[in-house]
């Protein structure tokens, strides 16, 4: 298997790596990171969002696209397709980071850490790759006025929120440049308590264990045994070969975890299969949940889920991963401080999969508590949580270089941002008369609303 690119080591003196960062100001002034020009486009947007459908389940396709047609923020969330295009099409700074890829308000929740804590960070990596910093402050700061305007916040409150995003990104990254390298790996938020979405998604995540988990999926057949059960819409039990693919990936999922980590996995038996429809964006790409075992009341359900290439993937020029799995899980260890103590990746058949706990304590950002100042507050966290990110992945003092003023920096972010969700809303009505003309296939009665 072909390896990724290496990283080249940032070893130069601090001045250099500053002077570096400065000078990509040349390849893109700090004033045009704001700018977005739909002009620019070469393949309208309905077009670019259905043409990326490499790999997924064609008859699931009408699901994902009810599910985007019921707001301009689900779009959003389902179309990254369109945004790495437009993305791509724009000059950019150069400057390279692991890119969370889909980094967006409700990409970020609750998850338990290896030593059981609870913790809150971006916790979906499906599109990471190394790119420049700016394509994910661009995309969460989209995110926040899209979200914030279907939280019933008014533009000029949705902007506030962007600017406070991106200023706390900011002074986060300069701050972090300063300490040793290892103490900003190590870095902890510390504003959380003041969020209303992260203490809802942590009393989510306090509630969400395996057991509740038994109750909720599955149910005892006749002779006794534990068997998946049928929930509409969303997970249906697997059988025959498909089944047996999935069973028989779990030897080389084994492979990808470190020794002490494949020891604790061993001592749960697979018991049944089933397949499960998660998300927006991922909704019909193949992901199924395993039922394992180590005794009675200590379940673990594993998440085994495609994964295609990044969407970043044909506007970025260096080695991209023969295996998408291990690119998730490779990029998702380079950005979260704490990652699943059983994160690892597999291949059944064609497909690449990334696996995962399914739901061990883990809770969502919900938009209803981004009213008030619910929105402010998680912005001031998303700035915190992605820069620390682009520390540990990027140089950061060469960043830093290039940022100079974080009011400067926030003003243009906060254009782009408002320009960019005028652009999605309009994608969203061309989505809507797709819809309706019968170009794009939706599932249920969504054609009726739109």
Not at 106 to 116: I, K, R, T, Y
Not at 118 to 137: K, Q, R, S
Not at 241 to 259: F, I, N, W
Request: aromatic content about 8%; charged content about 25%; overall charge positive.
């Amino acid at each position: 298997m072909r390896k990724p690119t290496k990283q080249p080591r940032e070893t130069g003196r601090r001045e250099d790596r500053l002077k570096q960062g400065q000078e990509q100001r040349k390849t893109l002034g700090r004033n045009e990171l704001g700018n977005f020009e739909p002009g620019k486009r070469k393949v309208g947007a309905i077009d670019t969002l259905l043409n990326a459908t490499e790999g997924r389940v064609v008859n699931l396709l009408p699901e994902k696209y009810r599910r985007m047609s019921t707001s301009p923020f689900a779009f959003f969330r389902g179309a990254v397709s369109i945004m790495a295009s437009d993305l791509g099409n724009h000059a950019s700074t150069g400057l390279t980071v692991q890119l969370c890829g889909d980094a967006h308000v409700q990409n970020m929740g609750c998850f338990a850490s290896p030593d059981g804590h609870l913790v809150f960070d971006i916790n979906d990596f499906d599109e990471t790759i190394a790119g420049p910093w700016e394509w994910d402050v661009k995309r969460m700061a989209t995110s926040l006025v899209l979200a914030g305007l279907e939280a019933e916040h008014k533009a000029p409150s949705c902007a506030d929120a962007v600017e406070a995003f991106a200023e706390c990104y900011c002074t986060t990254l300069e701050t972090l440049a300063e300490q040793p390298i290892l103490v900003a790996a190590r870095h902890l938020i510390r504003r959380l308590a003041k969020a209303a979405a992260v203490n809802a998604a942590f009393k989510q995540a306090e509630r969400a264990t395996p057991v509740d988990l038994l109750k909720k999926y599955t149910t005892k057949d006749g002779h006794g045994h534990v068997r998946f059960k049928p929930v509409a819409n969303v997970l249906w039990r697997v059988n025959g070969a498909e089944r047996q693919g999935v069973l028989d990936s779990l030897p080389a999922y084994e492979e990808s975890l470190a020794p002490d980590r494949r020891h604790l996995f061993h001592f749960f038996k697979e018991c049944d299969a089933a397949f499960k429809i998660v998300g927006t964006g991922s909704v019909a790409l193949r992901d199924y949940v395993v039922l394992m075992e180590n005794g009675e009341n200590d379940p673990l359900f594993l998440q085994i889920k495609q994964e295609a290439h990044s969407a970043y993937a044909p506007y970025l020029k260096h080695v991209h991963y023969d295996h998408q799995g291990q690119r998730v899980v490779e990029g998702q260890r380079r950005i979260q401080a704490l990652s699943d103590l059983l994160l690892g990746w597999t291949r059944a058949g064609d497909n690449d999969y990334l696996v995962r706990q399914l739901n061990d304590h883990k809770g969502s950002v919900q938009l209803d508590t981004l009213r008030g100042d619910g929105l402010q507050s998680l912005a001031n966290v998303a700035g915190e949580l992605l820069a620390r990110g682009h520390v540990r992945s990027g140089d950061a003092l060469a960043i830093k270089g290039y940022i100079g003023s974080a009011g400067r920096i926030a003003k243009s972010v906060n254009r782009f941002a408002l320009r960019y969700a005028e652009v999605t809303n309009d994608d969203f009505e061309e989505f809507k008369k797709a819809i309706r003309a019968g170009r794009v296939k939706v599932a249920g009665e969504a054609k009726k609303r739109a």
